[in-house]
């Protein structure tokens, strides 16, 4: 990359899309003092939005009522120099997003996608201009969470990476550069953490029992609730295109499936694994979901094959080493960093490698070994395996072991 090359003057930002990404990220966005504009067929959502941005900015929008334009069209976008779009994460929708776009925004305009796995290169054939057009993935709630990955395409330009990541700092952000491929970077490495949940949740373990496991370890909540939170109509999308991208050890739960169709999906319907409400300080077994369990059970899994911790954490370590070995994400550090800001592993641990180096690749391999039954979501790497065999970690002067590819190319 030429290091000379000038950034894209960001002087008006647009947001696709109200729901709860579109609105957080434009209450960011206003906060920092970004003019911007906020587009929604919805025009209830759009008017929900628009008290969310103002209360999260902290703002009274009589001030400076130029801050934030709002619009049931996408005509406001013609004026701005960077556009999110941050809608549902389906891709035909998405796609056909961009190909409306593409007869609005002006020349040199940057086009980013707030998703969270689907590859940006592929959505790019729907882009007026590839070039333009890279990923700037958020993490919910976008006004709180520090991390964004900007996502770079096979055509990606560099200035195009370069201004997102001046956004994203203009914003209070920490960005990281990852190189696409499904899930990129924090979904990748977390999609193995819900999955196994989901599985053990198939084989009997009680829902309370897999997230104080994960909050004991040290998450600031376990992945059941997380599901709930994050949406499981969200989660199911985001496993399909897992499943796609990763078809020997990632497939859609059935659970996700039922509760989808049975219209539960987390805190946002107020039902999803458990029942969601002001007045429910404490959750009660619910019939409905203990009806799809029981349709859905499996084997339970012998109670010397792992406790509930590595079945969590050994599968999100994995993808985490795949990552790095495959140069979707620079460094070590990078990948803990992005672990701990993106969806909260235990700062204390240092991030999943850290984790990894304090524990041993020898011991992780053998508690591995105890697990590889299960799937192709627990068999070790080559680069763990000769870690454990020469006694190198992520973090130390013993690299070698971790092949060195080409990852994400630096911006300055």
């Not at 008290?51 to 009589?62: C, F, H, I, L, S």
């Not at 049931?72 to 056909?96: F, R």
Request: aromatic residues 4%; glycine residues 10%.
């Amino acid at each position: 990359m030429e290091h000379d090359l000038p950034l894209r003057v960001v002087e008006r930002v647009g947001v696709v899309g109200a729901g709860q990404m579109g609105s957080g990220i434009a209450a960011t966005l206003v906060r920092a003092g970004v003019p911007t504009a906020l587009v929604d067929v919805n025009a209830a959502m759009l008017d929900a939005a628009v008290k969310t941005v103002w209360r999260v900015a902290a703002q009274d929008p009589g001030e400076r009522p130029d801050r934030l334009v709002t619009a049931t069209s996408p005509a406001p976008l013609a004026n701005c120099d960077v556009v999110i779009e941050a809608i549902t994460e389906d891709e035909a929708a998405k796609m056909a997003t961009f190909r409306i776009l593409a007869g609005i925004l002006r020349e040199g305009t940057i086009l980013a996608s707030n998703t969270s796995t689907i590859p940006i290169s592929r959505m790019a054939r729907a882009t007026a201009d590839p070039g333009r057009f890279a990923g700037m993935h958020f993490f919910h709630p976008a006004h709180r969470m520090e991390l964004v990955e900007v996502i770079r395409g096979e055509e990606t330009g560099d200035q195009t990476v370069a201004t997102l990541v001046a956004l994203a700092g203009r914003l209070g952000k920490t960005p990281i550069v990852v190189r696409d491929c499904p899930g990129f970077f924090a979904t990748r490495v977390l999609f193995p953490y819900l999955s196994q949940a989901l599985r053990l949740l198939q084989e009997g373990v009680a829902m309370e029992a897999i997230d104080e496991a994960a909050v004991g370890f040290g998450m600031p909540t376990g992945p059941i609730a997380l599901l709930d939170f994050i949406g499981l109509d969200t989660a199911l999308a985001i496993a399909k295109v897992m499943a796609e991208g990763y078809p020997d050890r990632a497939a859609p739960s059935p659970l996700l499936s039922e509760l989808v169709g049975a219209g539960r999906l987390g805190r946002k319907s107020a039902a999803g694994f458990r029942i969601h409400g002001p007045a429910r300080s404490v959750q009660a077994p619910d019939p409905v979901v203990a009806s799809i369990l029981d349709r859905h059970r499996l084997v339970r899994a012998p109670s010397g094959s792992g406790a509930l911790v590595d079945r969590l954490f050994l599968p999100m370590l994995l993808e985490a080493v795949r990552v790095l070995e495959e140069g979707v994400v620079a460094d070590p550090s990078a990948v803990d960093l992005g672990v701990i800001l993106g969806f909260g592993f235990p700062a204390a641990r240092g991030g999943i490698l850290r984790w990894c180096d304090a524990e041993g690749a020898a011991s992780i391999l053998e508690r591995l070994e105890k697990l590889e039954a299960l799937g192709p979501a627990f068999h070790p790497t080559d680069t763990l395996r000769r870690m454990a065999l020469r006694g190198g970690t992520f973090h130390g002067t013993r690299r070698a072991d971790v092949p060195a590819r080409e990852g994400p190319r630096p911006v300055s």
